[in-house]
């Protein structure tokens, strides 16, 4: 896992993204301190407290006259825990720090627009690979499942230019956001994966190929670049081959999942043979797909079915 996985897993799918600093530390464990200089105190107690034992449900915060605060565990699972006042203190991720530090990463333009109040939808700023060339991104975390393809659809639709849509995490991506992005000629990033630790934040290897991706898919074309007919023939057939690819791993991770949760052990993942056998491809073929840059949500398939964590967690 790349250092900043659990906390794009955390803030995925939360209408807000409150909490004490204890649950962001055991939420964020191994990248907290790579998250800590985001975070701000909204002015909120909490009501629950996370307890120390792991698996075991919250505890309840009581706040006496005198001023002493516990929490404690109705059930009698979790031993009574004396807090402070900036135990309960519930933290956030501002927009803006939020729209900083991916910009940042990500060496974009920042935008200079106006904040959410959430974050449901950031317009985060513009990718701009040439001085006349500017790409819109923003970042969406809508924690309203149902009505995010809805907000993505508006936002596309009023700008009428390909965009970047960051979301947080591979399991972000459902299948109408998909077509939403497909029919605008969007490409969807997961930055899970793409975002790695550090202070202040950084861009991995993965982000220059999304980048590659959308260019192809937006259809922009540089002074550098050149096409024949005969490179357009083939990328066709690596495209249906990359197709077939991604529906076969799909089924595997499926399947895999299954047995993860079951408790069992995590199924060897197909070998390109194995691949090209079932889909009827030479290993070549095989091949070439899985190590094409323009083919990114293959590549991160590929490589999640050797993770136990990603496989439990797949969504699909």
Known sequence: MHP????????????????????????????FEYIRP???PNGRKAS???????GHPP?????????????ICDRGMSP??????ADISIHVVPPGSLRGAIAGALQLRVSRGPLPSSLDLIDVGTWCPQPASRFPVVFLGNGVRDDRHLLLHETLERS?????????????MDGSLSEVAEKFKATIVPLEGVITGGWPWRASPEWAVYLDGFCKRAGVKFPSSFTNRGARRRRASRANAADALKVELHRHLRDARKVVRAGGPLPD?????????????????????????????LRLLWERSLDSEQVYHYRR
Request: one cysteine or more.
């Open 48 to 54: 629950i407290y996370p307890s120390a034992r792991s």
């Open 80 to 85: 009574r825990t004396n807090l402070t006042a």
């Open 160 to 172: 009428k230019r390909p965009h970047l849509v960051l979301v947080p995490c591979q399991e972000s």
């Open 59 to 71: 505890l309840r915060v009581v706040e006496h006259d005198d001023g002493r605060i516990v929490a």
């Open 4 to 31: 900043l996985d659990r906390f794009w897993r955390f803030i995925d799918g939360r209408s807000e993204s409150g909490a004490v600093i204890a649950e962001w530390q055991s939420e964020c464990d191994g990248c």
């Open 38 to 40: 985001l975070l701000r």
């Open 269 to 297: 993942r197909p070998t390109q043979q194995a691949l090209a056998r079932t889909l009827g491809l030479s290993e070549s073929q095989v091949s070439r797909c899985l190590n094409d840059g323009r083919e990114p949500e």
